[in-house]
């Protein structure tokens, strides 16, 4: 992959769809089918390490962060060490109590992220393991960590980041199955999310199918004043990368909440002209969704579903293709950059240089 445009109105576009070529990329060789795990080189965690530890922190900013709680939701599932991300730039500001027993992860796609970097540097000055899920080989978060995974997206040039926060969600699948198999995960469930992991590319091939279909529907989004994104559990980082995404290109003002929190409070601003997209994967929450789309429809608010199959309550269906529960995150992502790129399109905005952001923030 290279800086060219290749074709592609914006780096943007081009980048969403070498997500297929980029997947493939972060899984390449490191497959170990013997053990039903994975191989990281540069990891640098021994087995006692991984089997001691007692928590993991994960530190990043933006949509690096929003990975990260894709990656610590993975990492509790597959591994069950108890996990969460922070945004870096909180964490630094804090007095965090900083424990031995805690494996710390900085996630960047630059890997010069000011308050990343800050974050791993006060880390590694209290003494504490840091590892990297970054994007940018030989970069100052890659250099000042003991070690890490690279996560092989190519070069990103759109200032959102599209390619790199999928291929950082499949890095953290790659690390939870490696702490996984070292742990307590089964040979037989190691597979399955082997199996899961080679289904990816062919899965991102069939979500691009749909992209007239996509950008139909954002052409009618383009008039919204306001969105509302939500998820549960491994549907709501989805949903708050999907509002941080539309946010930056598009300038819709749009909110990202747990579906499960709508009735405490934001279920006061859904009416017609308020659309929602919500995150419906046919796990077993499914039906906890399909009631929130039922609340929201009483609202008389417009509902579109990225789902596994159409959704009766939905006005729309982006149909997302089925594979293991646990990698749900990086497919559902897909089709809402599409949707973003499509409404920022149709808005007119230039949407690889949208006005405020530069791609990675260098300073405080
Ligand atoms: C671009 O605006 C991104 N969406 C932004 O949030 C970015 O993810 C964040 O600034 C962190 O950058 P990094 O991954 O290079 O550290």
Known sequence: ESYDMGGHDTYMHKEIVEQVDAVDRVLRGRIDDRFATVRLGGL???AREARTMRRVKILGCGSAYHAGQIGAQMIEELARIPADAEPASEFRYRNPVVEPD?????????????????????????????????????????????????VHAGPEVCVVSTKCFTNTAVAFALLALHLGRIRDLSVADGKRIIEGLRKLPGQIAEIMEQEDHIATLAKEFADAKSMMFVGRVRGYPVAREASLKLKEISYIHAEAYPASELKHGPLALIEPATPTVAIVPRDDLLEKNRATLEEIKARSGRILAVAHEPQEKADDTIVVPRNEPELDPVLMGIPLQLLAYHTALALGRDIDKPRNLAKSVTVE
């Open 102 to 150: 805690t494996l710390y992860i900085a996630v960047s796609q630059s890997g010069e992220t000011y308050d990343t970097l800050a974050a791993v540097q006060e880390l590694k000055r209290k003494g504490a393991r840091v590892l990297g899920v970054v994007n940018v080989v030989g970069s100052a978060i890659a250099r000042e960590t003991d070690g890490g995974v690279y």
């Open 44 to 46: 640098n965690l021994d």
